[in-house]
């Protein structure tokens, strides 16, 4: 299954075609959040940030086995704390190799 687009759509049907009704309806939950407050703020940021945010958890989805490493390094993190500064990725190597 290839990358899905940073859209909220095409996060929406990774979720709804490999996710549990519980991923997919938080998802929808959090985006309707996000529209709300672009619109009562005027501010498209928070709405940009929650899509980002759920892009990689869909791009997750999309392969079984690297939902899995996901969910482990998360568990892994909230138990041990973030790896050293040395070993995480930069917001710039994350737009050269996504995209986004």
Not at 27 to 54: I, S
Not at 69 to 75: D, M, Q, S, V, W
Not at 79 to 97: C, F, T, V, W
């Amino acid at each position: 299954m290839p990358r899905p687009a940073c859209t909220p759509a095409a996060i929406r049907a990774v979720l709804a075609a490999n996710a549990d009704t519980a991923v997919l309806q938080h998802y929808d939950d959090e985006l309707d959040a996000a529209f709300e407050q672009a619109r009562e703020h005027g501010d498209l940021t928070p709405l940009l940030e929650t899509v980002r945010r759920w892009w990689f958890e869909a791009d997750a989805w999309r392969d079984p086995q690297a939902q899995r490493e996901f969910l482990a390094r998360i568990e892994k993190y909230q138990n041990e704390g973030p790896p050293p500064p040395e070993n995480r990725i930069s917001r710039q190597e994350i737009r050269a190799q996504y995209g986004v």
